[in-house]
């Protein structure tokens, strides 16, 4: 699944371009008081002396080499970590702005091993999938249903944890479009590792197109295959999980599992794991612990001629 | 002796000979497990930890190994979080802490010329609870169910409700256990410290790693009892349904994390702190001349102790919290690097005004310096919020948090051990094959965590078993793990190294390095009695300094032994000063200890089983404590 | 000329704090003080967090009894002091007598507990108010039982003679945590009885 990166170093947000540059700064003074360190150790290891080295301790040597130790080990750092506590300040003051304000746009609530996300505005839910819209900020409101998890897309922010009993913010403000990827950023279990998303960031009009066909419920395909792939969702149980809003089968809400309304309109199935390919939606359906070992959906033994219809009724869930 | 002070008659054979029998014990296995002598003790603890050490060292070799190329299955998500959370359980509390507190016990009664610790029965019992709590841990991973939620067991991930076998319940049990090895012996080095130095050695006059080791061992007495508070909080959540950490019910997971990190900030600095010391040993003998600025070591030393308290809050800035609150911690957290950075010159300022040998000790030492710097800094940047809420739980931290734990622990250690080897074995080690081995594992170090730096700001997450191919991530680990195996290499070779000169290397001279503190005065290895006179002292470099000043006290009497009634007996001084107070009568060799912990052993690890185990536990715990401590009839005293 | 000192002349167990058990126990009164510390910061944590504390539903223990109950633990003080002065003044007979009467005061305050907490209308498993409370009582009652034994062993070893006069360490150090025990439930009480009423 290609993404646009996920460094920290190709900030595409305000937010995440002022901590590259704190990053930056740091590194830039860290690496000079390192060399200056090295350097003065190597020096005073190597150098060569002539044998009458100084092994006397007259009290006035001894006071002026520890007046230098306590300018160069305390002073100096002192002076330097005020500055670096000085930019942390700042840029963390720049960070929590635009954290005053409204209410949340959008809810994101971290499951065992995926992504919910609910728009508050219009009641589009989806998985694993967030849309922004660019030039705009997005207040994302976290939450966990299970165990902590923490929201990372190193791109557009630093992490924050979803924690049991407490809800965090974080104001998400894409300055271009991309596809970003996000992981989860506090061990959370056994598929810690592949619970990852996709931001993706769209200009406002296409970001409010998605958000409309999202909102809607299911559309009821005529096809006959369709149909029976419908029947097999209800008789397979499906639908203790997996909510599909709408339509003639409407299950009732259910969020164990991803919300499958608009299913195929998804780029990625397990947490952008694998591409949604019919290839791999078969896959998933059979044994999901194939692509993903350990999430919590069971594998689902069906006759081939059913299989074939359930993925083509997802597929019609666009 | 040089540092004995005024002529002392030398001991004759007769109060040798007494002195060997009375500090000896049997030659049988029941004699062995009865020892009680601090060496005897200590040199299992050592042992042991090294044990451990290869242990976890091989669960990182795997983890590497897995990690080398996305999509491997070496490992399945089971195994692997079991792997990574016994390699960081082993580390800090199978290896690092027990490693730091043996070399304490072994070098502490010889730095200050006493013939023993204080409470040797003790130090015996902690070692045997250290064992059980260590192989009952490794029981639950060697049949496959050991605990997998990380050594900072979060919950909720680490409640019934998402951990609902019995690997947390090991791990809450045995390191509860643990944490009374540790407490035992933390206690032992802070009394031993205060009152059985020799005379004359007054708190100015104590050598940097005794010091270094008493502050470890005062923070262990403050750090480890919240985590033994939160270890019993979630074992009664998990075993008896109490509600500490259910949000449902009233409770709060941050709780734990509180609780958690309010010891384990303290704790990484508990693991530095006895390796400082061990720098400024080595770094007095090969600048050959004395340290400069012992004071400003000594504070820097203590105040570190107390920062640490105070800087938890960093290991929790993405939880959420108020960002008053953040902003002061991260102040506090950056201005810890002060005091390390006093100690730093303060080492360099010793080897510019001396002259230094390059021996492997000292190469080592340089080593810690290249590697400690490059950690410190990388530990002030993630003390900084928004830096730390990017990289947070990423492999930015792995790299940060090795380069400061191996950088500020296992280079100090592997100096102490070139340097303190023909002490304890009375041989010296291979120079070349020390040389060799520094380089390669110096060089295997940094192949295999500086890239996990970059790693991290990538977006590489900590504990992920695996990663997708498209992440890009697969050619900086495949480097990483390469160097891995290069770093094994170089342990390998240390290994090697202390196997073949224990067996064929040159015999060692009482003071092979010209070393300046009392352990150097008495043979390689030394006697079992340690000091067959309790030596005075009247300078911070006892075996650097001429006689004693005109005005000091004679003593007389300091072989100490009373060849009628012969005991063990050591020589107490007052706690600042160290004048002659007392002479403390020490007990000699029982299995008392060994059966006290075997009773609190089935108490706190059959707690996990059936209540019943508690209640006989505790009914044998009773029984071996009386048998310890009994006192004997006033009629049977001769 | 030199003053000389023969180190062999020195004693061979001092008392007090000149004593290595002395700084023992003085350490393991450390270890044990953080715990309750820990414990009683988690109390005000737990209640910070809950919107009530204690939560609707639930009603403190009730102050009376505790209160005398306090009242009594603090009074076992007087026995303990009075035990070790006795014996280091040679009077075995007083000193068990002393020691005696401490122990069946502690032993009453743990009935009284014992009592108090067996009859509350809710447990350590009703809400994380019960499960501290619990706890902090819990471990306390811990402690005075392991004094109860101790100090009983101790009775019987000056009894035997294995205590006496010249060898009573093991007394001061009982006397010693035996204070300490007193000593810590004083804030707990505070916490578990006041607090919630005051606040």
Request: one cysteine or more.
């Amino acid at each position: 699944m290609n993404d646009d990166g996920h460094s920290m170093l190709a900030p595409a947000s305000d937010a995440a371009s002022s901590i590259a540059t704190l990053w930056w700064l740091m590194l830039g003074i860290a690496g000079a008081v390192f060399v200056l360190v090295i350097g003065l150790y190597g020096y005073a290891a190597l150098r060569r002396r002539g044998d009458a080295a100084s092994d006397d301790d007259d009290p006035a040597s001894m006071r002026r080499a520890q007046r230098l130790v306590l300018l160069g080990g305390g002073v100096v750092p002192a002076v330097i970590l005020v500055g670096m506590t000085a930019l942390t300040i700042v840029t963390l003051d720049r960070l929590l702005t635009e954290h005053h304000g409204s209410e949340a746009d959008v809810e994101v609530i971290g499951h065992q091993f995926w992504w919910e996300i609910r728009y508050l505005g219009s009641g589009a839910v989806t998985a694993n999938e967030l849309h922004l819209p660019v030039g705009r900020p997005t207040r994302v409101r976290l939450r966990t249903a299970d165990v902590i998890h923490s929201f990372w897309v190193p791109r557009l922010h630093g992490k924050m944890d979803m924690t049991p009993g407490r809800t965090t913010e974080l104001v998400l403000h894409p300055r271009e479009a991309g596809t970003y990827r996000g992981f989860c950023g506090e061990f959370c279990g056994l598929q810690h590792s592949l619970m990852g998303l996709l931001v993706i960031a769209q200009p406002p009009d296409r970001f409010a197109e998605w958000q409309q066909a999202q909102a809607r419920p299911a559309e009821v395909s005529t096809d006959a295959r369709v149909a029976i792939g419908a029947d097999v969702f209800a008789r397979a149980d499906c639908g203790l999980c997996h909510a599909v809003r709408g339509g003639a089968r409407s299950t009732p809400p259910a969020d164990v599992g991803p919300d499958l309304t608009h299913v195929a309109s998804r780029r990625t199935l397990g947490s952008a794991t694998v591409p949604n390919t019919v290839q791999h939606l078969r896959q998933w359906i059979i044994d999901p612990h194939r692509l993903k070992p350990g999430v919590r959906m069971p594998a689902t033994r069906l006759p081939d001629e059913e299989l074939d219809a359930l993925v083509a009724y997802l597929e019609s869930l666009r | 002796m040089s540092a004995a002070g005024p002529a002392a008659i030398a001991p004759s054979d007769a109060i040798r000979a007494a002195l060997e029998r009375v500090w000896g014990r049997e030659r049988s296995f029941v004699g062995a497990l009865s020892a009680v002598n601090h060496r005897a003790v200590a040199t299992r603890y050592m042992v042991t930890a090294a044990v451990f050490f290869v242990l976890g060292g091989i669960q990182a070799l795997v983890i590497r190994t897995q990690l080398a190329q996305p999509g491997l299955e070496v490992l399945g998500p089971e195994a692997y979080n079991q792997f990574f959370t016994m390699h960081g359980t082993t580390m800090m509390f199978l290896f690092a802490v027990p490693m730091m507190e043996g070399i304490g016990m072994y070098l502490i009664p010889l730095m200050i010329g006493a013939r023993d610790m204080a409470f040797p029965r003790l130090n015996a019992f902690g070692y045997w609870v250290y064992l059980f709590a260590g192989v009952t841990l490794y029981l639950s991973f060697f049949v496959g169910n050991g605990p997998d939620s990380g050594w900072f067991n979060y919950v909720p991930l680490a409640g019934k409700s998402f951990a609902s076998g019995s690997g947390i319940d090991f791990w809450v049990t045995t390191i509860t256990f643990l944490e009374v090895a540790a407490l035992v012996a933390a206690i032992e080095i802070v009394v031993t410290v205060m009152k059985l130095r020799a005379p004359g050695m007054a708190m100015h006059r104590v050598p940097l790693f005794v010091w270094s080791q008493l502050v470890m061992a005062v923070m262990i007495l403050f750090a480890m009892p919240p985590l033994i508070l939160a270890s019993l909080m979630l074992g009664l959540d998990r075993m008896t349904g109490t509600h500490f950490f259910n949000v449902g019910a009233g409770g709060d997971p941050v709780l734990w994390q509180h609780l958690f990190w309010v010891f384990g900030h303290p704790e990484v600095y508990i693991i530095l702190l006895p390796a400082l010391g061990i720098v400024s040993s080595v770094v007095t003998v090969f600048a050959r001349r004395r340290i400069v600025g012992y004071s400003l070591i000594v504070l820097s030393m203590i105040a570190i102790g107390f920062l640490s308290f105070g800087l938890w809050i960093h290991h929790m800035f993405t939880v959420g919290l108020p960002a008053m609150g953040l902003t002061f911690f991260a102040a506090a957290s950056m201005m810890i690097a002060v005091p390390s950075g006093v100690q730093i010159f303060c080492w360099l300022a010793t080897l510019w005004l001396g002259r230094p040998s390059l021996k492997t000790p000292l190469l080592y030492v340089l080593g810690f310096v290249f590697v400690f710097v490059a950690g410190g800094l990388t530990g002030v940047m993630v003390a900084a919020v928004p830096f730390d809420w990017q990289v947070h739980d990423s492999h930015f931290v792995v790299a940060h948090f090795h380069y400061v734990l191996i950088g500020g622990a296992v280079f100090p250690f592997l100096a102490g051990l070139h340097f303190w080897f023909p002490k304890v074995v009375g041989r010296t080690m291979h120079e070349g094959l020390g040389k060799l081995a520094f380089w390669i594992v110096f060089v295997g170090f940094n192949i295999t965590f500086f890239p996990l730096h970059q790693l991290g700001m990538e977006g590489m997450p900590r504990r992920v078993y695996t990663y997708l191919p498209e992440t890009g991530w697969g050619f900086l680990n495949l480097v990483s793990t390469a160097g891995a195996y290069l770093l094994t290499l170089g342990l390998l070779l240390v290994l090697w190294n202390v196997y073949r000169s224990a067996r064929s290397g040159a015999s060692a001279s009482a003071n092979p390095w010209n070393a300046d503190t009392l352990e150097w005065s008495i043979a390689s290895p030394p006697p079992v009695f340690n000091f067959a006179e309790i030596p005075v002292v009247h300078d911070r470099h006892p075996l650097w300094s001429a006689a004693a000043p005109d005005d000091a006290p004679e003593l007389v009497g300091l072989e100490l032994i009373d060849l009628e009634r012969p005991r063990r007996e050591t020589l107490a001084t007052t706690v600042l000063d160290a004048q002659p107070a007392s002479r403390r009568v020490l007990p000699g060799p029982t299995l008392w200890p060994m059966a006290l912990a075997a009773s609190v052993a089935v108490l706190v690890i059959g707690s996990m089983i059936d209540l019943w185990f508690v209640a006989i536990g505790a009914v044998l715990t009773i029984i071996s404590m009386i048998g310890w401590l009994r006192p004997p009839r006033r009629e049977a005293l001769p | 000329m030199n003053h000389v000192l023969d180190v062999r002349t020195l004693p061979s167990s001092p008392g007090g704090r000149m004593s290595a058990e002395w700084w023992g126990i003085a350490g393991l009164i450390v270890i044990e003080g953080m715990v309750f510390i820990a414990l009683v910061v988690s109390y005000f944590h737990l209640g910070q967090r809950n919107p009530s504390w204690p939560p609707p539903g639930i009603e403190a223990p009730h102050v009376p009894l505790a209160t005398l109950n306090t009242l009594l633990l603090i009074a076992s003080a007087a026995p303990i002091w009075l035990a070790a002065r006795t014996l280091s003044r040679g009077s075995e007979r007083a000193a068990k007598l002393a020691l005696a009467s401490g122990i069946v005061l502690l032993a009453v305050f743990l009935g009284i507990k014992l009592y108090e907490y067996l009859t509350l209308p809710w447990g350590p498993r009703t809400h994380a108010y019960g499960s501290v409370v619990f706890a902090m009582s819990g471990l306390h009652m811990v402690h005075v039982f392991a004094v109860l034994v101790k100090s009983s062993v101790v009775l019987v070893y000056i009894h035997q003679r294995r205590i006496d006069p010249e060898r009573r360490a093991a007394l001061d150090a009982n006397a010693l945590y035996w204070y300490f025990v007193i000593a810590v439930w004083l804030p707990l009480y505070g916490a578990i009885y006041w607090a919630p009423r005051l606040f």
